[in-house]
């Protein structure tokens, strides 16, 4: 099993900036990848951005390129999401996830199906 913790998540003013943590707790290394997802009120969970740990490989979300990072300490075996130039339109809970099927991460990196592990969610609100 892996666990999954958040950190990170608070309140900003728009244009600020935010870094999310997950630290994955595990015995043996059983995922592939991780990804950061978003929930906002009203709406469906959104895939983010992901990194397949074995070669560092990452794909966003178009609405997130250019201003999210996603990067991993893979001694730490945590996975970053840096988040600049944050917009009123970023506020929602957001979730880590982990998977372990490498064929779904490569045709479907951001959908939700395509993780097995979750975190508990962190929030995180950008005001005007």
């Known amino acids: 099993q892996v666990q999954l913790v958040e950190s990170g998540g608070g309140s900003v003013q728009a244009g600020g900036s935010l870094r999310l943590s997950c630290a994955a707790s595990l015995y043996t290394r059983s995922y592939n990848y991780m990804g950061w997802f978003r929930q906002a009120p009203g709406k469906e969970r959104e895939g983010v951005a992901t990194i397949y740990t074995a070669d560092g490989s990452t794909i966003y979300a178009d609405s997130v390129k250019a201003r999210f990072t996603i990067s991993q300490d893979n001694a730490k075996n945590t996975v970053y999401l840096q988040m600049d130039s944050l917009k009123p339109e970023d506020t929602a809970a957001y979730y880590c996830?982990?998977?372990?099927?490498?064929?779904?991460?490569?045709?479907?990196?951001?959908?939700?199906?395509?993780?097995?592990?979750w975190g508990q969610g962190t929030q995180v609100t950008v005001s005007s």
């Open positions: 996830a982990a998977g372990r099927s490498s064929s779904s991460w490569w045709h479907s990196p951001l959908r939700e199906a395509s993780y097995n592990y």
